[in-house]
Structure formats: C-alpha cells, structure tokens
C-alpha cells in the first residue's frame, strides 16, 4: 500500500498513540495521604520525694520560652515559665529590664509575694523563698501537701503530671472527633489573669495581673484551683500556714482582691467573697452570665467581667460585662459591650486597658460606665496579648511572644519602652 | 523552595525576548486551555485548566522556556510555576508531531487562610508538578500553529485543617496546635488540550 505520509510522521503517530494507551490505560486515581497530629498530655507519675529532695536551683537569667503570668515587686518583674519555674528580672528601667535570676521550680503554675517572701507552688506543696536579695535567693519553708488534688496515690505519695506530647498518625480513628481519640485539654494550662492588689493590713504586697491565681489579701495567702480556694495564713510571711479549703464549684479561673473583699472569675460567673475575716472568706453573692472564660478586675462602684468564646471556655460570648458593686450583696449588670477575643483587663483610674488576645491592645476611658462603647481611645494591634499588670513605672503586658512595657504617664497615648520576647 | 524560586526567576528572564540578547533564538509562545481529568473519592471529576509557555527555540525540534497558568479544582486554585520543554519530531511537515516535559512547583498563592467560627484554621499549600505531554500542531499559512495535545500531569498539594494551642498560631510549628491535620494530596491528571503557537 502506497502512502505519501512522511515515515518519521508514521512513526511519532505510532509513539504517541502507544503513549496515550499507556497513559489512558491506569485509571488516573488522585491519592490522599493524611496525617493527624494532636497534642495530647501524657500523664507522668512522680514521687513527692524525688523533687522534695532535689534542691531548687536557683540560675542565671535564661530567656523566656513560654510565659505564663507576670507578677511586680517594686522594681522586680517575675514572669512564671508554668511547669518550670520563675524568671526574676530587674525593672528599675522599664525601657531596659535586666534577665537576673531564674528560679527553677518543676511543676510551678502561679506565685505571689508578700514582705520579699516569694510564694509559689512545686506540685503538692507550697515554697517560700526569700528574695530580699536577689542575688541571694533562699528557700525558707516547705509547706508539704496542701495542694493535694495532684496525687494519684496519696499513700504512696504518688503524683501525677501531665506532660504535652505530639501524638502523630495517619490512623483515619485520629482524625478530630472521631471515637476514640485520646482527649486533650492544653488549653487549660493557657488560663491566666490581671488585678491589682493595693498594699494593705500593713504589709506590702506585690501586684499581680488579672489572670492570677493566688493573691494576698490582709495576711493570708489564697489560691484558687479549678473547684476550690484554698486559704494560707502568712502573717508571718516566712512561715505561711494552710488553713482551710473553700469549695467553689467549677471551672474557677481568677482572683482579684479589692479592699477587703475577693472577686472570683470563674467560667459561670463572678463570686464574691467577703474578706474581712481573712481566715474565713463568706459568700457574699454570686453573678452568674453565660459559660465562658472571664477575668475580672474592680474599682469602688464597678466591675470589670471579659468573657470569652474559646472552645475550652465553652462557646460563650467575647464581650465586656461593666456591673454595678455599689450593693456587693447584689451585683448588677449595667452594660456589655461586644469584643474582638478579650483576656486579662487592667484598670488604672478612669482607664481600662484590655488584652484582646491575638487582636493586640485596647484603652478605653471608662469614667461614664454607659458610654465605654463610645471612648475606645487606642487600640494597638501588632501585639498578641492576654494579660495586663498597670505597674507603678509602666504598664506591664504579656502574652506568648513575650512581655511588653508601655508608659503610660500621658494614658490616651500608650508609648512602648520595651518588649522581651521569647527565645524561639 | 528557596532555590526553585531563583530558578524560576532564572528561566523567566532568559526566556524574556526583550532582556535575551542571542539573535538566533526565536521567542516562542504556546498558550493552551483545556480539561483535568481523573477521579477523586467522590467519582470522576473534569477541571478547566489554562497554561502558558513562553521560551526560546534553542535548536531546530527543541524548545526551552517557563511554564505558568492556573489549574482550577473545584474551589482551588493552583499556579504552576514550571521549566518546560517542548520538541517537535518532524517540524519539516504541515502536522507535526510533539512532546513536552514541565516540572516545577504548584503554588497556591491565590488560597486565603479560613478561620471559621470554632477558631479551627484551613489552609492550603502548593507542591510539586510534574507533567509530560504529547500532541499535534498544524502548521498555518503564517507559520503559527494550533495544537491539541494529551497530557499526563501529577500535581501535589497540601490541605491543613489545625485547631490553635495558643494565641497567633504558627501554620509551621505543629506545636502551636492542639490539632494538626495535613491532607497530602496527589491529583493524577489525564489532561486534554487544544492551544496555539507562535
């Protein structure tokens, strides 16, 4: 048979046809390769005697890597590092402070300090060191098992801790709500707070944030966990004294003393308790709003509520809630505001500044409680924040990436001084 | 990553007719619409597809150039960003016989990060791509040329969903997320093609 096709033309046809069957022959399958990673907490079980043996050894200053809370005595800043320990840093100049000290305390969540005597907890028990020179920290008192809620076996004086691990697979049952994947509850250690304790009873307290969870208030030394206040006696600052154990229900986040009385942020509402007898607080009146996560923070005739809708604070509403605390007996709520993701709040006169989260910093004048709405003053937004500590030389703020400062002698126009960031 | 980028940008200069000063090498343009077709875990599936090719002919049957375009599947969109080479076998006849090789990177610059209501982020991300390609163009009266092709093409991509641990996550740091899932997924594309060349 006679053709006048080229014969490289008849043979590139040949190719290309036999290269479409080979290419159109295997069914063209896209493929899913999936991958779940969670983080999950591994529970990891300690004897009390392995770390009340070891000594806590206090280092030279290390950079943050996770920073929890913050807390000032007079020119000292201590941001707690949870689970690890405590960095001690000289604040004499706000635009420059000085990494000292790092007091290495496993299994630490929070701290206050009263008269230079530094409290903070070690798993089960209480510590107390005396920091009135910094150069020189000692451990003063131990006070064993008074927070008894982490043994597993109080017998053999087992604890348990719980460890954040990544879990990776590419088992389909990982995948995110699917049954039978292990829980996580991260989140948790993510709770902190901001207020202000103003000296009184005659000794000198330090100042914690609104996030804090142990705070002093005429002599005594309360902290609060996820169902219960627990009460020191620590008018001998040395030699601080468990006294009792108050049940307050649950999801407890924050506490914040104000003359006299404490005002507990929990995820169902505000509790108050009065203080006047330190030794035994009293339920004075409960708020309650819907669940979400809530610090707080007061002055004469007002409080100050954020709740917020992170999933672990189950779903509520990101708002402001301005009560009226003229009655204490009965809180009532004058005005909410909505909110960008509000956390820690600081108050500082008429001025309220709140830590918006991952929507940075906002001031609002809060002299006319019904208009906060209307007096936004600033809001910085290049900042991840969750909690506010007004100090006396500047206006301390923390979040994940670090710790901020910011004067604020002229408060409508925040300046920063400086920021410590973490190490990674 | 960084490296494919410079040569991205290599190629896309050198394949630029105005900045490549070698008189010999004729600029070569071959623009192409055409349908993806494969088989996903819902059934079969057909995407639209548009590529261009821009290069320079550095010998009589080869040619040398950049490859960009968009592939659309479904409400992705992906950007190649490739090297590719076409040979022609019998450039002497009126139709003529071609292939083509790209390999590059499938970016998905054009994806936004989504945060829905229960703060889980979903992200996307590029990866490779791989593609041969056979076909035929018809040489017209001005020495352009229409072409239909076949082609075989794997394009790479990742789909994350994370649920943040912290504040302002890192999409890149898994420790930033209480959840982490990364969805690597191949798309195994028979591609067909009708395009012109000049």
């Known amino acids: ?424 | 990553m960084k490296n494919l980028y410079v040569l991205f940008f290599i190629a896309f200069i050198w394949s630029c007719p105005l900045i490549s000063k070698g008189q010999d090498l004729s600029f070569v343009n071959h623009t192409e619409i055409g349908l993806l077709t494969g088989t996903d875990n819902f059934g079969p599936r057909t995407n639209f597809t548009f590529q261009t090719f821009n290069g320079l002919q550095i010998h009589r049957k080869h040619h040398l150039g950049f490859v960009t375009g968009l592939d659309q599947y479904g409400n992705y969109s992906v950007l190649p960003l490739a090297l590719g080479w076409r040979g022609v076998l019998n450039p002497q006849n009126r139709w003529q016989v071609y292939g083509g090789v790209d390999l590059g990177y499938g970016s998905a610059l054009l994806e936004k990060v989504e945060i829905n209501e229960w703060d889980q982020h979903h992200w996307r991300k590029g990866g490779r791509i791989a593609q041969g390609s056979l076909g035929f163009r018809y040489k017209t009266k001005k020495a352009n040329f229409w072409t239909v092709s076949v082609s075989l093409k794997q394009q790479i991509s990742y789909f994350y969903i994370g649920n943040p641990a912290r504040l302002s996550p890192d999409r890149k740091r898994m420790e930033d997320w209480s959840y982490y899932e990364e969805d690597k997924v191949t798309f195994n594309n028979l591609v067909y093609r009708i395009g012109y060349w000049f």
């Open chain 1, 1 to 424: 048979m006679k053709t006048n096709l080229h014969p490289r033309f008849i043979l590139g046809a040949q190719l290309m046809l036999s290269f479409m069957l080979v290419m159109v022959l295997p069914s063209c399958e896209d493929q899913i390769e999936t991958t779940y990673t969670y983080q999950t907490q591994v529970p990891v079980f300690i004897e009390v005697n392995s770390f009340r043996e070891a000594d806590i050894i206090i280092e030279p200053g290390i950079p943050l890597d996770q920073p929890g809370k913050i807390y000032i005595y007079g020119d000292y800043l201590f941001i707690s590092e949870p689970g690890k320990g405590i960095h001690l840093l000289d604040n004499t100049d706000p635009g420059n402070p000085q990494n000292l000290n790092f007091i290495n305390i496993p299994g630490t969540g929070d701290m206050a300090i009263n008269e230079s005597i530094l409290y903070a907890d070690n798993y089960v028990d209480l510590l107390a060191f005396d920091i009135s020179n910094p150069e020189n920290i000692q451990l003063v008192k131990r006070e064993k098992d008074v927070f008894p809620n982490l043994y597993s076996n109080e017998e053999t004086g087992t604890i348990v801790t719980y460890k954040d691990t990544l879990i990776t697979s590419t088992e389909s049952n990982m995948r995110w709500n699917s049954w039978g994947r292990p829980t996580f509850r991260t989140d948790m250690v993510m709770l902190e707070t901001a207020a202000y304790a103003k000296s009184d009873g005659g000794q000198s307290y330090g100042q914690g944030g609104s996030m804090a969870r142990f705070t002093l208030l005429g002599g005594h030394l309360y902290t609060v966990d996820e169902y219960s206040m627990r009460v020191f006696n620590v008018e001998s600052p040395m030699d601080p004294k468990y006294l009792s154990d108050i049940d307050l229900g649950w999801g407890i986040e924050t506490i914040f003393p104000f003359k006299g009385n404490l005002f507990i942020g929990s995820m169902t509402g505000m509790h108050i308790y009065d203080a006047s007898n330190p030794a035994e607080p009293k339920e004075m009146a409960v708020y309650s709003h819907i669940t979400s996560c809530d610090p707080v923070v007061v002055n004469d005739d007002y409080a100050f509520v954020t709740l917020r809708s992170a999933a672990i604070c189950r779903n509520g509403a990101n708002e402001l809630h301005v009560l009226d605390i003229k009655d204490l007996n009965a809180p009532t709520l004058i005005q909410s505001y909505p909110m960008d993701n509000p956390h820690g709040l600081g108050l500082s006169g008429d001025y309220l500044y709140l830590a918006e989260g991952d929507q940075g910093l906002k001031s609002f004048n809060v002299a006319d409680v019904k208009e906060i709405g209307n007096n936004l003053i600033e809001h910085l937004k290049n900042y991840v924040f969750t909690d506010i500590i007004p100090g006396p030389k500047s206006l301390i703020v923390i979040g994940p990436d670090g710790v901020c400062q910011f004067d604020y002698t002229n408060p409508e126009q925040l300046k920063e001084l400086s920021c410590i960031n973490v190490a990674n």
